[in-house]
């Protein structure tokens, strides 16, 4: 069984950074795809970032592209997200999310694996 778990959310000044990590476990993920999600209050779950196991070919939501960067530590079995330049739009739960697959989707149904999700929060 898969598990996923996420850290590094908080509270941080817009313009600021913050680095989310999630640790995987379980399995093999020489096959397989990890992507960053967001949900804000009233809304649905949305795309962030994702990045494929084996190759490290990599995807952006339009809305982070230029300030935030997804990447792996393979030998530690760890996904990054780093984002810089926060904006108060970028307040939701984050959640990581898996999926066994070279291919990446943007589609939160297709990923059967997710962690707890971590809060971030950026303040005007």
């Known amino acids: 069984q898969v598990q996923l778990v996420e850290s590094g959310g908080g509270l941080v000044q817009a313009g600021g950074s913050l680095r989310l990590s999630c640790a995987a476990s379980?399995?093999?993920?020489?096959?397989?795809?990890m992507a960053w999600f967001r949900q804000a209050p009233g809304k649905e779950r949305e795309f962030v970032a994702a990045?494929?196991?084996?190759?490290?070919?990599?995807r952006y939501a339009d809305s982070v592209k230029g300030r935030f960067t997804i990447s792996r530590d393979n030998a530690k079995n760890t996904v990054y997200l780093q984002m810089n330049s926060l904006k108060p739009e970028d307040t939701a739960l984050f959640y990581c999310?898996?999926?066994?697959?070279?291919?990446?989707?943007?589609?939160?149904?297709?990923?059967?694996?997710w962690g707890q999700g971590t809060q971030v929060t950026v303040s005007s």
């Open positions: 990045i494929s196991w084996r190759v490290g070919n990599t």
């Open positions: 379980g399995r093999t993920f020489s096959t397989y795809v």
């Open positions: 999310a898996g999926r066994e697959s070279p291919i990446i989707t943007t589609t939160p149904q297709q990923y059967p694996d």
